[in-house]
């Protein structure tokens, strides 16, 4: 809400300026920046090979983990007490550890995405600034708007130099 109250308060503000001269004014659709940009495509490749060897080795000790109780549940009535107590307790501390690794993978993983995203929204960002000087926009507008014409979105040209200055 508060976005479209600047966005109007912006377009508001250039409304006298709108009589005196012509101003140009772009349009930007972020969202589609952010699916489509290449910069966006590599760093979602770059994490996915980064933490693919950690989620596979949860993902076997989950097997691991199931299998073991599987083979008790199987076991467990010619099991003495003192074993079946035994393996129960293993299996209570493994579970537990798969947890804790569990939370500080995805810990992980959301430090490194946001680390990824700041970057990204940077690069989109710059070229956006950088697109708009060197085509003299006056005003650029991005969220919060309910409508856009297709002859001021510039999200394409944003996109075409986003992909020209590759990663």
């Known amino acids: 809400m508060r976005n479209i109250v600047k966005t109007f308060a912006a377009i508001c503000l250039c409304l006298p300026a709108l009589a005196l001269a012509e101003v140009k004014v772009g349009f930007v659709n972020t969202v589609k920046l952010?699916?489509?940009?290449?910069?966006?495509k590599a760093a979602i490749g770059k994490m996915e090979s980064e933490f693919a060897p950690r989620e596979?080795?949860?993902v076997a000790l989950q097997r691991?983990?199931?299998d073991a109780e599987d083979k008790l549940s199987r076991d467990a009535a010619v099991m003495g007490d003192s074993e079946r107590g035994k393996v129960e307790r293993d299996l209570v501390g493994r579970k537990r550890d798969l947890?804790?690794?569990?939370d500080e993978f995805r810990e992980d993983l959301n430090i490194?995405?946001?680390e990824e995203l700041a970057k990204l929204q940077?690069?989109?960002y710059d070229a956006i600034v950088d697109l708009a000087k060197a085509e003299h926009y006056d005003l650029i507008v991005s969220e919060g708007v309910?409508?856009?014409s297709t002859s001021i979105d510039i999200t394409d040209a944003v996109l075409a130099r986003l992909k020209k200055s590759g990663n």
């Open 99 to 102: 947890k804790r690794s569990q």
């Open 34 to 40: 952010m699916e489509e940009a290449p910069q966006a």
């Open 112 to 114: 490194r995405r946001n």
């Open 146 to 148: 309910v409508y856009a």
């Open 122 to 124: 940077r690069r989109l």
């Open 64 to 66: 691991e983990i199931k």
């Open 56 to 58: 596979k080795e949860l």
